[in-house]
């Protein structure tokens, strides 16, 4: 189990760009894939990004290739999502999430893979 905190949302303009983090700690964190999801109102959580546990690796929804970017720094334990090009669509409650499973050879992109999470940060894109 891994405690993690999310910070870095708010309110951004269509084209603008968010960087979002997350702090982790509880368990030994660079042994461990990290991901991003995301929940709109109504709907689903539904996967953004996922980072392999040595960061190089890195897999991304098809609504976020090209405009967002997942990275990691085990020396702070924490893991980052660059956001750029934002759309109103983008609007959201951001999770960052830890794999379950240390070493992981395959990066997971389904929430059922997923053991930890965050509170959640908040993100509105206006138009």
């Known amino acids: 189990q891994v405690q993690l905190v999310e910070s870095g949302g708010g309110l951004v303009q269509a084209g603008g760009s968010l960087r979002l983090s997350c702090a982790a700690s509880?368990?030994?964190?660079?042994?461990?894939?990290m991901g991003w999801f995301r929940q709109a109102p109504g709907k689903e959580r539904e996967f953004v990004a996922a980072?392999?546990?040595?960061?190089?690796?890195?897999d991304y929804a098809d609504s976020v290739k090209g405009r967002f970017t997942i990275s990691r720094d085990n020396a702070k334990s924490a893991v980052y999502l660059q956001m750029n090009s934002l759309k109103p669509e983008d609007t959201a409650v951001y999770f960052c999430?830890?794999?379950?499973?240390?070493?992981?050879?395959?990066?997971?992109?389904?929430?059922?893979?997923?053991?930890?999470w965050g509170q959640g940060t908040q993100v509105t894109v206006s138009a």
């Open positions: 999430a830890a794999d379950q499973v240390a070493f992981r050879d395959v990066l997971a992109t389904t929430r059922d893979a997923y053991d930890s």
């Open positions: 509880g368990r030994t964190f660079s042994r461990y894939g």
């Open positions: 980072i392999s546990w040595r960061g190089l690796t890195a």
